[in-house]
């Protein structure tokens, strides 16, 4: 009796990595074996990209708060301290949403602040 092969399975799955594998250079594209091995890696760097951006937003916040409060004369870490002990619970998106695109709001809410 001839072997059983799930061809129909089997094709699937490398149409599926092909296909994940679209837009790629050379060989990557259209060649299994390659582009099985580049589209693991590419996922990988998909899981860990996600969680690197929220640290360079969190760092990006952080460079604009302490760039606008400077200007007030105060230090990012200062600021940061004075609005823990004042109770002001803003996160650092909203602040520096604040600084960036309302500066007349920032600079009172750093004066309430000092």
Do not use: C
């Amino acid at each position: 009796m001839p072997r059983s092969v799930n061809a129909v399975a089997s094709r699937a799955r490398r149409k599926r990595v092909l296909k994940q594998a679209k837009g790629f250079y050379g060989k990557r594209k259209n060649v299994y074996t390659v582009a099985k091995n580049i589209v693991e890696k590419g996922q990988t760097y998909s899981y860990v990209g996600r969680k690197v951006k929220k640290r360079d937003y969190r760092q990006l916040w952080i460079a604009r708060i302490n760039a606008a409060v400077r200007e007030e004369g105060l230090t990012y870490s200062e600021f940061i301290h004075k609005l823990n002990l004042k109770g002001i619970e803003l996160n650092r998106k909203m602040l520096a949403d604040l600084a960036m695109n309302e500066p007349e709001s920032f600079k009172a809410l750093v004066a309430s602040v000092k």
